[in-house]
């Protein structure tokens, strides 16, 4: 195998100057501790202030069960929002941590009750598998907590790898999820 990389092939993430490419992002919104509506809410104004990012669309919010977690979660309030950003993708996770670190998230056991949840389900068609950031969300497509919302707002949205989300939401399991009717996000 010839190591060398090719120098006609530039990733778009490597370069400087003035461009870079616009990425159509999907970020997962969940609280299950605390004031859930606020939570949401703050998540969202916090991720619409962000530079080099424009949000393009917000999810209804859903309720489900805690998947996964300690016996007795308290059920999760869910959105999904959809965003054109020009920001790196490690930039985008170091921008959802800070955002979830200002909600009060506390990190204990993994799938523990948390103020809030900033995921990062897409960035784009990037794939990476770092140790601390997997792009597409590995479980994303499994999830209708995830799908679900995000097909009410793009259902010709697609993880890579996965498939059209508005398929996908056809498929996973949604016996406890429910739309929350009469409560909108909004960007104040
Ligand atoms: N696509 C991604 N979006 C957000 N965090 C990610 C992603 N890929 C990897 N991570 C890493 O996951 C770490 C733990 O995330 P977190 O504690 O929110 O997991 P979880 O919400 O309990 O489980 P899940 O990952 O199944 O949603 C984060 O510190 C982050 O570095
Ligand atoms: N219903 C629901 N269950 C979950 C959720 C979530 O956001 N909603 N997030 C988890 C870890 O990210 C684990 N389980």
């Not at 990389?5 to 370069?15: E, K, M, S, V, W």
């Not at 489900?64 to 985008?92: I, K, Q, W, Y």
């Not at 009060?104 to 990476?128: F, W």
């Amino acid at each position: 195998m010839n190591e060398t990389p090719n120098p006609h092939i530039i990733d778009a993430d490597t370069l400087t100057g003035g461009f870079r490419p616009i990425r159509r992002v999907v970020v997962a919104l969940g609280s299950n501790l605390g004031d859930r509506v606020a939570n949401l809410q703050g998540a969202l104004n916090a991720v619409a202030d962000t530079p080099d990012l424009e949000v393009v669309g917000v999810s209804p919010v859903y309720e489900s069960a805690a998947v996964g977690g300690p016996e007795g979660s308290p059920d999760f309030l869910n959105a999904v929002v959809v965003v054109d950003s020009t920001l790196h993708a490690r930039t985008l996770l170091e921008r959802a941590l800070a955002i979830e670190d200002a909600f009060g998230r506390v990190r204990t056991e993994p799938g523990a009750p948390r103020t809030l949840d900033v995921d990062l389900v897409v960035v784009g068609d990037k794939v990476i598998e770092e140790d601390d950031f997997v792009l597409p969300h590995p479980r994303a497509h499994e999830r209708a907590f995830v799908v679900l919302p995000w097909a009410s707002v793009d259902a010709d949205g697609v993880i890579p790898g996965q498939g059209r989300v508005g398929d996908l939401a056809g498929e996973v399991d949604t016996t406890t999820i429910t739309r929350v009717h009469g409560l909108e996000l909004r960007i104040e």
